[in-house]
């Protein structure tokens, strides 16, 4: 009887276990996060672009230049929603803080509705008694709620938009991320809205094509899509210059990297706005700050032709930082 009562139990377990896919259900509840909080960046950017052109028609130029580069700001990561409102509320119009107040509010609503589905399958999971399946949900789970872990197109959407490259500035090389043939320099960060290049070069020199090389990094090339837009917008800001340091927009086919935009004389923890625009058989890529257009390319894009940023760095010890948004 006990044998008999054991057997039926473990059907009952094993049948519980397959009752809920929870890595489907967490996957489904990280892909619906990412929309439905792009849609709330949207709805926010929109009421924010409104205000610019309101304050560029009423002859406030100054003004409108600020939220412009706070809208930078605010994608790059480098001021929250709650401190702009907290900073800025004296200075805002009943409207502005009401589209602010809409967001922090969509968003929090984003947040709360994937908790509940790290909750959901972290109790199914002890519900049958798998413990440590249980233990990594609630450990991913406490790095989201302190901010350490944030969901990403990267991790969760198929195809991906952006795929890294090993980058050598001699010879012109831009290779796959796992190619041992270039040095594994400088680590890249995928965050909700874009990327971040940085870090301290370790390798001195390498030989590669039997001449000895320095100048490595990494780059990201951004994935278009086969149909619709082939516009990509965001925004730039470079964290660290060193004299042997290089920025830049680049094109690679196959694994022949071509600079196109060097980044190299713009300012340090300053905000630019940068579009790449796919038109036939040619990339078009501007920088723009405050507005204006301050730098531009033209440069062939032919078939399997990518288009990407990088950052790169000669001697060892120097560092590198390149933070990307992407709208």
């Known amino acids: 009887m006990a044998r008999k009562f054991a057997a039926v139990l473990a059907v009952f377990w094993a049948s519980c276990a397959l009752a809920l896919d929870r890595p489907a259900v967490l996957l489904a509840a990280k892909v619906d996060y990412l929309k439905q909080a792009a849609a709330a960046r949207t709805e926010y950017l929109t009421a924010l672009d409104a205000e610019i052109a309101r304050l560029e028609s009423d002859g406030n130029p100054d003004r409108a230049a600020e939220l412009r580069t706070h809208r930078g700001e605010w994608l790059l990561g480098d001021i929250t929603a709650e401190d702009f409102r907290q900073f800025e509320k004296d200075a805002l119009g009943p409207e502005h803080l009401q589209s602010i107040d809409a967001y922090i509010a969509a968003y929090a609503g984003c947040r709360s509705t994937l908790e509940a589905a790290f909750q959901t399958v972290i109790d199914d999971a002890k519900f049958i008694r798998l413990n440590e399946e249980a233990a990594e949900f609630e450990l991913e789970l406490n790095s989201f709620r302190d901010g350490s872990y944030i969901p990403t197109p990267v991790e969760v959407i198929r195809p991906r938009p952006y795929e890294v490259r090993r980058i050598a500035t001699e010879p012109s090389l831009a290779m796959p991320a796992a190619a041992a043939k270039l040095p594994d320099e400088l680590f890249v ?19 590669i094509d039997g001449k000895t090389r320095s100048h490595f990094g990494k780059g990201v090339v951004f994935i278009l899509k086969q149909e619709g837009t082939k516009k990509l917008h965001g925004y730039f800001m470079i964290g660290a210059l060193d004299d042997d340091g290089a920025y830049s927009f680049f094109t690679a086919n196959k694994t022949k990297l071509t600079p196109i935009l060097s980044l190299d004389d713009l300012e340090l923890d300053t905000v630019y706005e940068w579009t790449i625009d796919a038109v036939r058989d040619e990339f078009r890529v501007e920088v723009r700050q405050n507005g204006e257009v301050i730098k531009s390319t033209r440069a062939f894009g032919g078939t399997g032709a990518v288009c990407g940023l990088f950052a790169t760095l000669k001697h060892v010890d120097t560092e590198s930082r390149l933070v990307v948004a992407v709208e």
Do not use: L
């Not at 960060?189 to 030989?207: L, N």
């Open 189 to 207: 960060e995928f965050r909700e809205q874009g990327f971040v290049i940085s870090g301290t070069k370790r390798t001195d020199t390498a030989t």
